[in-house]
């Protein structure tokens, strides 16, 4: 089944402490992206990667870092969580077509970070 | 740079009635896709419907369609017979054509939070 696989669901951490977000593709999309969800903001672009080693900042970049080493996977990493962090996170991917991005996401089944 | 605003943020519709969600976007490109994104309780992100630009024609998927107006930058989501299943939010996107850069990004609204009535 082509899915986006995220892990963990749900995470409850403690100001400081590094923590890593998971995620997978299996549909060999070049495109991948995460995103913050908060309430009354929508969703917003925090890092995006194009392809293995190419990635870039989207809208709210501070506080994470991201890596691509291999095109199916693409962690998000809080190397020092605060409170403002607390919110849900969404990694997706998309394929391109013909050198144009043609679908929409395809989105993992989010991530549910709670920072105290 | 592109933005999309949804204007309602809660909207309520009577089982079986029917629903429209407006969208606004603002773009200088002529080349674009739009979406609409749903998300029910359980937080899936699930797509709708999509709409290609350069086409005339309003998408339509089952009970779920758009008015698509390029020149007034709207695109709004109409929903048919709805049902109960269809409480949920909703986020319409832009994205562009081109790839590149960040040209490839969705860009969401701030989403459109439906209530169904029995």
């Known amino acids: 089944e082509a899915q986006v696989t995220q892990n963990p669901r749900y995470l409850i951490t403690v100001t400081g402490k590094k923590l890593t977000v998971t995620c997978s593709q299996n549909?060999?999309?070049?495109?991948m992206s995460w995103y913050r969800q908060d309430p009354g903001l929508g969703l917003r672009q925090i890092y995006y990667s194009m392809n293995v080693e190419v990635t870039d900042k989207g809208d709210v970049p501070e506080g994470y870092k991201v890596s691509r080493k291999e095109k199916r996977n693409f962690p998000l990493i809080l190397e020092s969580p605060s409170p403002n962090q607390t919110s849900l996170y969404f990694c997706?991917?998309?394929?391109?077509?013909?050198?144009?991005?043609?679908?929409?996401?395809?989105f993992g089944s989010g991530t549910r970070l709670t920072v105290v | 740079a592109q933005t999309v605003t949804q204007s309602q943020p809660e909207m309520s519709v009577q089982e079986a009635e029917t629903v429209t969600l407006s969208c606004t976007y603002d773009?200088?490109?002529?080349?674009?896709?739009l979406f609409w994104y749903k998300q029910p309780p359980s937080r899936q992100m699930i797509l709708v419907i999509r709409q290609e630009a350069y086409k005339q024609q309003n998408a339509t998927e089952n009970r779920f369609s758009v008015n698509f107006q390029k020149a007034a930058k709207s695109f709004s989501l109409k929903i048919s017979d709805s049902q109960l299943g269809d409480a949920a939010m909703y986020f319409c996107a832009y994205r562009s054509e081109s790839y590149g850069g960040s040209q490839g990004n969705l860009i969401f609204g701030k989403g459109t939070k439906l209530s169904v009535k029995p």
């Open positions: 997706a991917s998309s394929s391109r077509s013909g050198g144009y991005l043609y679908d929409g996401y395809t």
């Open positions: 773009t200088s490109e002529s080349d674009y896709y």
């Open positions: 549909m060999n999309h070049e495109y």
